[in-house]
């Protein structure tokens, strides 16, 4: 056979396709699109399955975090003496953070905030009561704490438009938190003048209020962090909280020992903070996403498969159509015909797709050594979406059937 | 008693150029009565068929069943008519090969909404007429060609139409097998179902007791079978 014979047949066999294909556009168009969705899903899984690993190592990142702290190498051990005026923090308590540790700290790259903060109750005695009332009298359920300003910064804690600078020096003021300020019956003002507390007998103006941030300052007794220091007596038991850009938790943790003690970097450690619950979150829900992902798409080539294959049960069953059209059955009955066998069908393979995935399930995780749970609500839920799938998938074919003229269907044959 | 009576029916199909398949078609049929339609192909029968099997419906005039005007009807309606009232048999006899010779006839049953109660008596009724009740059980694709379109008549008559209508039911059988068809449909006759018979065959046209000639879509009355 010549060449051109050989190409001759073979375009006349492509012809003859193309004819029978435009013929039945319907039918091409959903072979052709259920073909393209199962290799799109091979695709799109491969695809999916990539852009969740990075999202999850996104997270990972992304969750060990925005926040550094610092502490003292080795713990603090608690101090002596009480927050009174007089002390001389140059010369007095010893110190491991330098005193200009914010802005050595907040002159790093990545640094949105860094501040110390000294938490006095519990170290030494700092009983706390409304002024004008004895010491013997404190008020339960406060915590005295020093901080610079920048540690209002670093946990994103307001004071509004109080000064508080004021934490940087040496004066005897206090920010309260609403819940302390609430024990000690100080309403929470705008204008605080003339109010005050004391502090083991030592009376403290109210300068201001502390509201929000990242950290629970609510029933906190905020003093200059000078303060606290001379009270304790060391810094020993100081954190500094660092505040820094999204993920770069890490690399600042490994500088910002450096920064702060260029001497003996060796006496602070600083450890990232992870939130695990929102790592937790963060995994469980791009896994989550993964599995939808895919499995709509599956679902999407399932439903478009039942229906081609409906419609050429469709064709098939055309001269059976006109008969029971002929003995009286209405276009209605006809359609639920097929989409009762959609349905059933749908219903069917998903109470089967539903044993052979708790099966899988099992296997899968005795080989991985997992632990398989499974939630009730999964063994409806392949029938459901069967039974959705099935009906959806037999609404086109239903139609069609419905449609055919019963006087040209008897003599299809 | 008149069952069905046609008036001044045309049918054209819109097609281009149009087809006008019927140019005013007149018909009666009487109870009990047996009536052949001849004609040769192209002539209009299968369209006649249709517009009085209501499968179909005329461009103009009115078909009238039971004294029922079809024109009245929804498609429903025509539905349900031609699921209490009439009977087809084609010549394909159209048996659903993978079912049952019961479950062929249960067809019929469910669509003409008969209680399911009266099913047995029915069908054992029906098949008994045909010569089938003992291959009850059997799949209707081991039966003989005879045999099916026997079936075919008793799922035609088992919801007890008064019009049996049948399309070349002969064509694809043997003289004894088309000897047996007729023979069924001068039963129904007998119980007075008017029985019309699309036909080309000059047998049938001799059995009937009128034959009614289709030309051009023009119905002329023939001489008596």
Known sequence: MSVRTQVDRFAEVVRDVVIEMHARRMRAVLMMTAVALATGALVAAIAIS????????????????????????????????????????????????????????????????????????????????????????????????????????????????????????????????????????????????????????????????????????????????????????DDRATRMLVRVERGAGAPISRAIRLALRPDAPERLTASQVVDVNQLRTGVTTQLDRLAAGIGGFLLMLTILLIANAMVVSVMARTSEIGVRRAMGASRRNVAALFLAEGALTGLLGGLAGSAFALVALVVVAAASSWTATVAAWWLVLGPGVGVLAGLISSLYPALRAATIQPALAVRSD | MTLLRVVDVHKTYPTSPPIHALGGVDFVAQSGERVAVVGRSGSGKSTFLNIIGLLDVPTTGSVHLMGQDTRELTDAGRDRLRANSLGFVFQENHILGHRTVTENLEIKLAISALPRSSWPDRTSEALERVGLLHRRRSLARLLSGGEKQRLAVARAVISRPRVLLADEPTGNLDEDNADNILSLFDEQAANGVAVIVITHDTRIARWADRTVHLAHGRLTEAVRG
């Open chain 1, 50 to 233: 990539s852009v969740a690993a990075h999202q999850v190592d996104a997270d990972l990142a992304a969750s060990t975090l925005d926040v550094v702290s610092v502490t003292v190498s080795g713990g603090g051990t608690p101090g002596g003496g009480t927050i009174t005026p007089g002390d001389d923090p140059a010369t007095g308590p010893v110190e491991t953070f330098p005193r200009d540790a914010e802005l050595r700290a907040e002159n790093l790259d990545l640094v949105a905030g860094a501040g110390r903060r000294l938490d006095v109750t519990g170290l030494v005695p700092a009983l706390v009561s409304r002024d004008g009332l004895p010491t013997d009298d404190p008020v339960a359920g406060v915590s005295v704490a020093g901080m610079t300003s920048g540690y209002l910064r670093a946990s994103a804690a307001s004071v509004g438009d109080a000064p508080a600078w004021m934490l940087d020096g040496g004066e005897p003021v206090v920010f309260l938190g609403p819940v302390a300020a609430e024990h000690l019956g100080i309403p929470v003002t705008d204008d605080p003048t003339g109010l005050s507390v004391s502090i083991d007998g030592v009376s403290h103006s109210v300068v201001g209020f502390l509201h929000g941030g990242s950290v629970d300052l609510a029933a906190v007794v905020a003093v200059p962090y000078t303060r606290a220091v001379g009270a304790v007596g």
